[in-house]
């Protein structure tokens, strides 16, 4: 039972994107969602690029710091085909653009508002993802 | 200027705590979402920690006003439940589900430079770029914007 469990890790790197969500909220004001602040890249608005590019060069950046801690890149294993993938990557960039955010602005940020949209969402896309999960890996599996 | 580098160092410290809760790997984040399999509760931890931190530093920082280095808070007002929550959510989660990145863990793994990864956030970049062609084409009025 549990046997991939890994409390304390996860408690932690949670409360480190607590801290992240705050203080861009403090400090900048701004909401921490990363599908917006990434998709907000590709509309050409003037002047509004720059912070966006920071955060998600601060995001690449940090699991690489990791590496030259650690010596190897944390894992990232995928266990699917190449065209899954594709079709996978391309319904979470619409998905999350077209519902307005994703595990971070609507999970995070927007449950923490408790606004009852964000609620809504993430109730709606972690349904959805375990009923994928099971379908595709113990239905048709 | 500070508001780029407040976003730098945000990004740094979301990208620290994927990689230290391991959410960076799908695999990590399948577990989570495979209930009927041998289920890792690990990803409610983390959100759980987020928001241990969040849920008390919202209230404060709106009651605060301001943020430092902006005029005003940018928070989104909507309240209503509409369709294109319903099915933008509904359509991330199925390829949530079918892969296990979200969009963090997806650009946090870039620097992997593995051809799987590289090849999700290439694909979920084309998705956006989608989202954003037909929101051009259906609303001359202007954008309502969420988080």
């Known amino acids: ?141 | 200027m500070p508001t780029i580098l407040v976003a730098l160092g945000a990004g740094f410290l979301f990208g620290l705590g994927l990689t230290i809760s391991q959410m960076v790997n799908p695999a990590k984040v399948i577990g989570f979402l495979d209930i009927a399999g041998r289920w890792d509760p690990s990803l409610a931890l983390v959100m759980a920690g987020a928001l241990a931190v969040f849920l008390p530093a919202y209230r404060i920082i709106v009651k605060r006003g301001a943020p430092l280095f902006a005029p005003a808070l940018l928070i989104p007002t909507r309240r209503d439940i509409d369709g294109r929550l319903v099915a933008g959510s509904a359509t991330f989660g199925l390829g949530w589900g079918l892969v296990g990145f979200c969009p963090g863990p997806a650009i946090a793994a870039a620097g992997s430079l593995q051809t799987d990864a590289l090849t999700f956030l290439g694909a979920m970049i084309a998705g956006m770029a989608v989202y954003e062609a037909i929101d051009r084409l259906s609303t001359r009025r202007p954008a309502s914007q969420a988080g």
């Open chain 1, 1 to 141: 039972m549990f046997e991939n469990f890994t409390p304390v890790s996860a408690l932690g790197g949670g409360v480190l994107i607590g801290v992240a969500a705050a203080v861009m909220l403090w400090l900048s004001g701004r909401v921490m969602g990363v599908s917006g602040i990434a998709g907000g890249l590709l509309r050409p608005a003037g002047g509004d690029t720059g912070w966006r590019l920071a955060f998600v060069i601060g995001l690449v950046t940090a699991p690489l710091i990791g590496m030259a801690v650690t010596g190897s890149f944390p894992p990232v294993e995928l266990d699917v085909g190449l065209g899954t993938i594709v079709v996978g990557g391309l319904l979470v960039g619409f998905g999350t653009r077209f519902g307005g955010g994703c595990t971070s602005g609507h999970g995070i940020c927007g449950i923490g508002r408790l606004s009852a949209r964000s609620i809504a969402a993430t109730g709606i896309f972690m349904a959805v993802a375990g009923v994928t999960v099971y379908v595709t890996r113990h239905l048709l599996a």
